[in-house]
Protein backbone atom coordinates (compact mmCIF):
# COMPACT_ATOMS: atom_id res chain seq x y z
CA UNK A 1 0.00 0.00 0.00
CA UNK A 2 1.59 3.41 -1.03
CA UNK A 3 1.85 5.74 1.43
CA UNK A 4 2.58 9.67 1.48
CA UNK A 5 3.67 11.25 4.61
CA UNK A 6 4.12 15.35 4.43
CA UNK A 7 6.08 17.50 6.33
CA UNK A 8 7.84 20.87 6.90
CA UNK A 9 5.60 23.05 6.94
CA UNK A 10 4.77 26.28 8.81
CA UNK A 11 4.38 29.64 9.68
CA UNK A 12 7.17 32.39 7.60
CA UNK A 13 7.42 35.74 6.76
CA UNK A 14 7.09 37.07 3.57
CA UNK A 15 10.66 36.44 1.41
CA UNK A 16 11.42 33.55 3.75
CA UNK A 17 11.84 29.81 3.10
CA UNK A 18 10.70 26.63 3.92
CA UNK A 19 11.55 23.23 2.67
CA UNK A 20 8.46 20.44 2.29
CA UNK A 21 9.05 16.69 2.51
CA UNK A 22 6.81 13.52 1.60
CA UNK A 23 8.19 10.70 2.75
CA UNK A 24 7.16 8.30 0.68
CA UNK A 25 6.25 4.42 0.77
CA UNK A 26 4.82 0.76 0.28
CA UNK A 27 6.87 -0.04 -3.46
CA UNK A 28 9.92 0.78 -5.37
CA UNK A 29 9.44 4.64 -7.23
CA UNK A 30 11.28 4.17 -9.68
CA UNK A 31 8.78 4.31 -12.48
CA UNK A 32 6.90 7.13 -10.74
CA UNK A 33 5.98 10.66 -10.93
CA UNK A 34 6.22 12.79 -7.72
CA UNK A 35 3.93 15.85 -8.00
CA UNK A 36 3.21 18.82 -4.93
CA UNK A 37 0.01 20.61 -5.61
CA UNK A 38 -1.59 23.44 -3.10
CA UNK A 39 -5.12 24.40 -2.01
CA UNK A 40 -5.82 27.82 -0.47
CA UNK A 41 -9.06 28.59 1.03
CA UNK A 42 -12.08 28.62 -1.36
CA UNK A 43 -9.75 28.03 -4.20
CA UNK A 44 -9.26 24.89 -6.32
CA UNK A 45 -6.01 22.64 -6.48
CA UNK A 46 -3.40 23.81 -8.23
CA UNK A 47 -0.50 22.32 -9.83
CA UNK A 48 2.89 23.46 -8.11
CA UNK A 49 6.02 21.08 -9.14
CA UNK A 50 6.77 17.40 -10.49
CA UNK A 51 9.64 15.38 -11.12
CA UNK A 52 10.02 12.07 -12.98
CA UNK A 53 11.74 9.77 -9.69
CA UNK A 54 13.64 8.03 -12.62
CA UNK A 55 14.65 10.65 -14.65
CA UNK A 56 15.06 13.89 -12.41
CA UNK A 57 12.94 15.51 -14.76
CA UNK A 58 11.16 18.43 -13.47
CA UNK A 59 8.81 20.84 -14.72
CA UNK A 60 6.97 23.68 -12.68
CA UNK A 61 4.00 25.90 -12.32
CA UNK A 62 4.89 29.75 -13.91
CA UNK A 63 3.42 30.84 -10.35
CA UNK A 64 6.52 29.03 -8.45
CA UNK A 65 8.96 28.77 -11.27
CA UNK A 66 12.77 30.16 -10.17
CA UNK A 67 11.96 30.36 -6.13
CA UNK A 68 10.60 26.66 -6.09
CA UNK A 69 12.79 23.94 -6.20
CA UNK A 70 11.67 19.83 -6.08
CA UNK A 71 13.94 16.95 -6.19
CA UNK A 72 14.61 13.74 -4.69
CA UNK A 73 16.53 11.52 -2.53
CA UNK A 74 16.63 8.24 -3.64
CA UNK A 75 18.05 6.29 -0.91
CA UNK A 76 15.45 7.53 1.64
CA UNK A 77 12.61 7.77 -0.76
CA UNK A 78 11.79 11.36 -0.30
CA UNK A 79 10.78 13.97 -2.42
CA UNK A 80 11.98 17.31 -1.21
CA UNK A 81 9.91 21.14 -2.15
CA UNK A 82 12.32 23.54 -1.56
CA UNK A 83 10.28 26.90 -1.28
CA UNK A 84 12.23 30.39 -1.47
CA UNK A 85 11.36 34.07 -1.31
CA UNK A 86 7.88 33.15 -0.56
CA UNK A 87 4.92 34.93 -0.72
CA UNK A 88 1.58 35.66 1.36
CA UNK A 89 -0.10 34.06 -2.11
CA UNK A 90 1.69 30.73 -1.72
CA UNK A 91 -0.24 30.61 1.69
CA UNK A 92 -2.18 27.01 1.16
CA UNK A 93 -2.35 23.71 2.22
CA UNK A 94 0.65 21.86 0.30
CA UNK A 95 -0.25 18.47 -0.92
CA UNK A 96 2.07 15.54 -2.32
CA UNK A 97 1.03 13.01 -5.18
CA UNK A 98 2.62 9.95 -7.03
CA UNK A 99 1.50 8.09 -9.79
CA UNK A 100 3.08 5.35 -11.91
CA UNK A 101 4.06 6.84 -15.22
CA UNK A 102 7.29 8.30 -16.80
CA UNK A 103 5.53 11.79 -17.46
CA UNK A 104 5.18 14.83 -16.26
CA UNK A 105 1.32 15.08 -15.59
CA UNK A 106 0.08 18.44 -14.29
CA UNK A 107 -3.26 18.25 -13.24
CA UNK A 108 -4.68 16.52 -9.87
CA UNK A 109 -6.99 13.90 -11.69
CA UNK A 110 -3.46 12.54 -13.24
CA UNK A 111 -1.85 10.97 -9.94
CA UNK A 112 -3.21 8.10 -7.90
CA UNK A 113 -1.95 8.49 -4.50
CA UNK A 114 -2.03 11.41 -2.19
CA UNK A 115 -0.58 12.76 1.20
CA UNK A 116 -2.61 14.28 3.78
CA UNK A 117 -1.23 17.68 3.03
CA UNK A 118 0.72 20.07 5.33
CA UNK A 119 0.54 23.60 5.86
CA UNK A 120 1.89 26.89 4.71
CA UNK A 121 0.96 30.17 6.04
CA UNK A 122 3.39 32.97 4.91
CA UNK A 123 2.47 36.67 6.43
CA UNK A 124 3.10 39.65 4.94
Known amino acids: QVQLVESGGGLVQAGGSLRLSCAAS????????MGWFRQAPGKEREFVAV????????YYADSVKGRFTISRENAKNTVFLQMNSLKPEDTAVYFC?????????????????WGQGTQVTVSS
Open 26 to 33: GRTFTSYA
Open 51 to 58: ISWSTGLT
Open 97 to 113: AAVQTYLLPRKGNGYHY
